[in-house]
């Protein structure tokens, strides 16, 4: 028995809100989504944040890699203006922050795509903590992401996402292989 079609915001409401912040995350419950996609990336100092690009020069007024900055530094940095000037002041999110966010207006529910290496295992273990969990799941393009987080928490869903280069006929291979619980495949497909 299928869900039916389910409205998600990408990133958050992202054409409404700057991407992947709270204000992005607000937006998406008011236009009536039912779950929100993000990204999960670590600090130099081994923290989760929410952002998707590997540097912050796109979607912040800093630069550079996020790996090379601390949680202090990222709190500082502003998420919002290059938006526009009405989100001055949003910040990149913290993970345990966001899940506390989920929390509260339950039953809304969140696509967490994993995007750093080595954090798939504890990205599951916090899902799984959160009295959200039934509406959390992991994504991953990298298949070992998406195998340490089955490894930590097998009963939390995994979804392995794929290129458009991908070979379509190795898809159920691949899936089986990293243990996921399906695949998300390329539209054009």
Known sequence: RGIGLRVGGHRGASAAAPENTFAAFDAAVAEGAVYTETDVRLTSDGELILLHDPTLDRTTDAGGPVSARSLEELRGIDAGSWFGPSFAGQRIPEFEAFLRWIEARSPFGAAIEIKATGIGGRVADLAWASSARDHLAIYAFDAREIQA?????????????????????????????????????????
């Open 149 to 189: 987080a089955k490894a930590a928490q097998p009963d939390l869903p995994c979804v392995l996402l794929l290129h458009l280069t991908d070979d379509p006929d190795a898809v159920l291979d691949r899936i089986s292989a990293c243990g996921a619980d399906g695949a998300d495949v390329p539209w054009q497909w």
